[in-house]
């Protein structure tokens, strides 16, 4: 062997390996207390109790999940809440976003604070804050009341729409930033071409603006999907039994019923969702990266 | 001007008018909840009622008299600490690496670093219980300190990346041209540039840890409460404003800390979503 093609050899063996060994670190930690755990849980899933207390292979937990109408109606649910959730949340954050990247100039930095803010204050505070303003002696009871609007306090706790309510509230940012992030990088100038072409404000915004930040929305709609489908706090503090939720009922597995099988086999169903969604995220990503 | 020329003006402006009225609405929704916590927390009644008639600090004495709220977000804090420092040890190498890897190998292993942020927590909480269980840990400080720093780890890596990617090659070899070693060009020169996006990145991964109830529901003890498991199950009991006071507590501390990213490093590294 020359030393030319030693050092060719040594070359195309760094360029492969390129000098990555500093992840193994966190790779090694990762594997071990991520993956592992998550393919763990996969087959635990798979194995039921027999009726002398020993697991056996079955299919059991699955096929109760998906046979049984409770079940289904909660998974259905559980889609349905989310779906819902993303979007009320795109149509409150695109405008929001609209004006924070054409029309906030120097307010910009403060609208971008005030919205990462809520993000950082405890979700259990954020969630107590949607329950002191719907309770029954609450805010808007009280003013409604005071204003003569209404003669007894409307229960609005305890009820699908305080749920909703609670996670749009939890969920927008998310949003916002997602659309905010694509709409700065459309050129203006788009806009103003087909301005002076002879379009009115509206066709401008429905045949340019909208379709070049689709891209936006979709990202933000992902992330607000994936995030509503994980959380079960929302449901719990708000939803008061209203709206059970494939997360909610893990907990309740989890903590009163302690089926722990049963809790994993609905875990996965929810990774698969989430597998999903992150799936379309990748793709989204590799054709941005081949757009720009 | 007449009366036509200044109408005309306003039906110009009217759709920016009424979207200004619409952001108006969308900031007081968004932080209305917020707002009315904080003045809950300073009221002076018994239950939640509004208005909010006479305003006192008993609830904030309350938290120093019904010790496990103060003692879990000393926990919290703690624990929150310890997986931040954690996850940069694991989390810096990895980023310094993929920022200037140009193997194929390197898109695989920053999907794998940052996965732990799209997985539902309440899953990960079961199989991380499960596992751990298994191999002896059980529920303890250590077992949340291994949970936390698994969802800390992607938070230092992509602040990091960014940073580090942000300011080129040209200082390091600059460095390396004017004949400083390879460690003394990481201590001198690549150091002190993403200080301030491991400073950032830890603070993030501190702020998501301490609100991090779906992964410590699992592994909650007397001795391993941390303060959001403890807020849910004081909500749950007792529904009294010492949560609006505890929430409040909590509030400025993260705000502090949104306060020192943005003066270090900015907001951007936040908003990007992946």
Redesign the interface.
């Known amino acids: 062997m020359t030393a030319a093609a030693a050092t060719a050899i040594r070359r195309s063996r760094r ?9 193994l ?3 090694i ?2 594997l071990l ?6 393919a ?2 996969g087959l ?1 899933s798979l194995y039921v109790p027999d009726a002398a207390g020993e697991p056996v292979f079955s299919l059991d937990y699955y096929v109760r999940l998906f046979t049984d109408g409770y079940y289904l109606g909660v998974l259905g649910r559980t889609i349905w809440v989310s779906l819902l959730a993303t979007i009320i949340c795109i149509l ?1 954050g695109y ?2 976003a ?3 990247v054409r ?1 906030a100039g120097r307010w910009n930095g403060l ?23 719907l ?1 029954r ?3 808007l009871n ?2 409604l009341m005071s204003l003569g609007l209404i003669e007894r306090p409307l229960r609005l706790l305890q009820d699908p729409s305080a749920v909703i309510i609670g996670l749009v ?1 939890v969920l ?3 949003m916002v ?2 659309i905010a ?1 694509v709409l700065k990088g459309i050129d203006t100038r788009l806009e103003e071409a087909a301005e002076l072409l002879g379009a009115s ?1 509206w066709r401008t915004f429905r045949e340019i603006t909208l379709p070049l930040s689709l891209d936006g929305i979709a ?2 709609a992902i ?1 607000v999907f ?1 995030l509503a ?2 959380s ?2 929302t449901m719990l ?1 708000l939803g008061g039994g209203s709206v059970v939720t494939l ?1 909610l009922l ?2 309740q597995q ?1 903590l009163l019923v302690q089926n ?1 099988g049963f ?2 086999a609905m ?2 169903v ?2 698969v969702l ?1 597998v999903i ?2 799936f379309l ?2 793709r989204l ?1 590799r054709r941005d990266g081949g757009a720009s | 001007m007449t009366a036509t020329a200044s109408w005309r003006r306003l039906e110009r402006r009217l759709p920016i008018l009424l979207l200004l009225a619409f952001v108006l609405i969308f900031f007081a929704f968004l932080l209305a909840p917020i707002v009315f916590v904080v003045l809950v927390s300073f009221g002076d009644s018994e239950i939640i009622a509004f208005p909010v008639t006479s305003y006192s600090l008993r609830w904030y004495h309350r938290l120093l008299e019904y010790r496990p709220l103060l003692d879990s977000l000393w926990f919290s804090l703690k624990l929150a600490g310890a997986s931040a420092v954690l996850a940069a040890l694991f989390g810096v190498p990895a980023a310094l690496a993929l920022a200037r890897s140009r193997s194929g190998l390197a898109d695989l292993v920053s999907t794998v670093l940052l996965a732990p942020l799209s997985i539902p927590m309440i899953l990960l909480g079961i199989a991380l219980l499960y596992k751990l269980s298994a191999i002896g840990l059980g529920i303890s400080f250590t077992s949340l300190l291994i949970a936390h720093t698994v969802v800390s780890i992607p938070y230092v890596v992509r602040t990091v990346v960014a940073v580090y990617r942000g300011i080129g090659r040209n200082y390091e070899e600059a460095a390396a041209i004017l004949g400083a070693s390879r460690r003394q060009t990481f201590t001198y020169v690549t150091l002190p540039l993403i200080g301030s996006g491991i400073f950032s990145g830890m603070l993030f991964a501190v702020l998501i840890s301490l609100d991090n109830l779906s992964l410590s529901l699992f592994f909650g003890s007397a001795q391993t409460n941390t303060l959001p498991v403890v807020m849910l199950s004081y909500l749950q009991n007792q529904f009294d404003p010492a949560i609006a006071a505890i929430g409040t507590v909590q509030m400025i501390i993260a705000l502090v800390a949104l306060l020192l990213i943005e003066r270090t490093v900015g907001l951007k590294f936040m908003s990007s979503p992946s």
């Open positions: 360029a492969l390996g390129a000098g990555l060994w500093p992840v670190p966190a790779m930690f990762l207390f991520f993956l592992l755990p998550l763990e849980n635990q409150i405008p929001v609209f004006f924070m029309h609208m971008i604070f005030l919205l990462v803010a809520p993000l950082l204050t405890s979700i259990i505070m954020r969630t107590f804050g949607w329950n002191v303003i309770a002696n609450g805010v009280s003013t509230h927008v940012p998310f930033i997602s992030a404000r990202t933000g992330v994936m489908n994980g079960f706090l503090l997360p893990i907990y989890f722990l809790a994993a875990g996965n929810l990774l989430a969604s992150l995220q990748l990503i």
